[in-house]
């Protein structure tokens, strides 16, 4: 990835074509007099005349063009196709000439596959002309979340005769915010679990009489399907069915964000995850909690070490989006931190997200669970080098940890860090199906 430093920064260089003419204009010249042949004189002139014109043609020429970046969507999500489009407009008072154009992006090769640059006419003197400006477009496809700059933008420039060359980099990078990849879960995972008393929305009675608080005047607008005839006729006028009032119920998630637990965080390259296992941790999480808020669910989360996402109370829950719980998620990362001292046990369901945790850890975790309420934990680890190889070979989780948390009445789930998210969730199913009835 370019530093800021060198946007603006021309580069200038003779292709191999160019240098051959050069060494060939020395020989000429060399040949010349060491032969006493003048003629060659005029070769030699020549063929270095040739590289140097077109060194100053594609110094000349360089380009100097304002760049406007446009995504769409504005927000990206990982793994999933997102369309950028660049304004590019000539700046000068002069044409500019063909070229070759690639962006700056923060993954494989660090750009994207050069295309065509058509040439633009010159500025007007105060306003931009119709004709010097152009606009592009690429796809883009984040492998991974975070927030990473896409540009600056690079512009190559060749003589037609291919023997000089000048590239730069023209524009400021752009900040995208990248969130990690939401996975459809199936309905019934939680509510399979859990029976029928805390995954449905829970309907509030007061005292009185039963028409009476189900029940107002009619307003300019109210369905007629809506009118309560038995209330109409005892107060003389149209009576309607109110909105039901309704409690939500509450969940938790448990999010492992300690760097101790995840073996695989170390020796990765630039362009790939800090620790894979920990990237299936966030992609759980993010699907997890956004299946449980469309569930009708008040979410609260909760790390095993200091908190880096914001904490919601009830009452903004109610205008809290997924989008901005995604976009808090973008930019979580593993600590160095230590687990949390005290307990934050809420009622309801716990579902917790962990790599392979120290003691102190499991025993933080293993305490948030009330009695009577169900929990879930997944337990993420990373696929080794031998596993990769050899489709076959499995190392099991460790058996001490699986079992200490199954004695603490926790439902484990064990799954690796390519393991599919949609079944991890559906084996919560499976599992707690097992334990109803004793298999």
């Known amino acids: 990835m370019k530093r800021r430093d060198e946007v603006g920064r021309v580069r200038l260089a003779l292709t191999q074509r160019g240098w051959l003419f050069l060494v060939a204009s020395v020989t000429a010249f060399a040949w010349a007099y060491a032969a006493g042949l003048p003629e060659l004189l005029y070769v030699g002139v020549l063929l270095a005349a040739l590289p140097i014109a077109a060194?100053?043609?594609?110094?000349?020429?360089?380009?100097?063009?304002?760049?406007?970046?446009?995504?769409?969507?504005?927000?990206?999500?990982?793994?999933?196709?997102?369309?950028?489009?660049?304004?590019?407009?000539?700046?000068?008072?002069?044409?500019?000439?063909?070229?070759?154009?690639?962006?700056?992006?923060?993954?494989?090769?660090?750009?994207?596959?050069?295309?065509?640059?058509?040439?633009?006419?010159?500025?007007?003197?105060?306003?931009?002309?119709?004709?010097?400006?152009?606009?592009?477009?690429?796809?883009?496809?984040?492998?991974?979340?975070?927030?990473?700059?896409?540009?600056?933008?690079?512009v190559d420039l060749a003589d037609p005769f291919g023997m000089a060359r000048t590239w730069q980099l023209l524009g400021e990078p752009q900040q995208v915010i990248v969130t990690p990849e939401v996975v459809p879960l199936a309905d019934t995972g939680l509510a399979a679990s859990i029976g029928d008393g805390e995954a449905r929305l829970v309907q509030r009675k007061g005292g009185g009489d039963e028409d009476d608080t189900m029940t107002r005047e009619y307003r300019p607008g109210d369905a007629m399907r809506r009118v309560h005839?038995?209330?109409?006729?005892?107060?003389?006028?149209?009576?309607?069915?109110?909105?039901?009032?309704?409690?939500?119920?509450?969940?938790?998630?448990?999010?492992?964000?300690?760097?101790?637990?995840?073996?695989?965080?170390?020796?990765?390259?630039?362009?790939?995850?800090?620790?894979?296992?920990?990237?299936?941790?966030?992609?759980?999480?993010?699907?997890?909690?956004?299946?449980?808020?469309?569930?009708?669910?008040?979410?609260?989360?909760?790390?095993?070490?200091?908190?880096?996402?914001?904490q919601l109370s009830r009452r903004r829950q109610r205008t809290w989006n997924d989008e901005e719980f995604l976009i808090g998620l973008a930019g979580v990362q593993l600590s160095d931190g230590d687990a949390p001292a005290a307990s934050s046990m809420k009622p309801g369901p716990v579902i917790a997200i962990l790599g392979m945790p120290d003691d102190a850890t499991v025993h933080w975790v293993a305490r948030q669970r009330r009695s009577g309420e169900l929990g879930i934990v997944f337990l993420v680890r990373a696929v080794t080098a031998m596993e990769s190889l050899d489709t076959s070979f499995h190392l099991p989780i460790a058996p001490a940890l699986t079992e200490y948390l199954a004695d603490a009445g926790w439902l484990v789930v064990p799954v690796r860090d390519d393991d599919d998210h949609g079944a991890a969730w559906e084996a919560v199913v499976v599992e707690s199906g097992r334990s109803r009835t004793g298999g």
Do not use: C, K
């Open 229 to 310: 005839w038995r209330a109409s006729a005892r107060y003389g006028d149209l009576m309607v069915r109110q909105e039901e009032h309704r409690s939500l119920p509450e969940a938790r998630v448990i999010i492992d964000t300690r760097r101790d637990s995840y073996a695989d965080a170390w020796g990765q390259q630039d362009d790939t995850a800090e620790s894979p296992a920990f990237e299936w941790a966030i992609r759980m999480l993010a699907s997890v909690t956004v299946h449980l808020r469309r569930a009708g669910f008040v979410v609260s989360i909760d790390e095993t070490a200091p908190t880096q996402l914001p």
């Open 55 to 154: 060194v100053i043609y594609v110094w000349t020429g360089r380009p100097t063009l304002g760049v406007n970046r446009t995504f769409t969507p504005h927000l990206f999500e990982a793994g999933r196709s997102a369309n950028v489009s660049l304004r590019l407009s000539n700046l000068r008072t002069r044409s500019t000439r063909r070229a070759q154009w690639w962006d700056s992006v923060p993954w494989g090769t660090g750009r994207t596959t050069p295309a065509p640059l058509p040439a633009l006419r010159p500025r007007g003197t105060r306003f931009a002309s119709r004709g010097n400006g152009v606009t592009v477009e690429y796809e883009l496809r984040p492998p991974r979340r975070g927030i990473f700059p896409i540009g600056p933008l690079g």
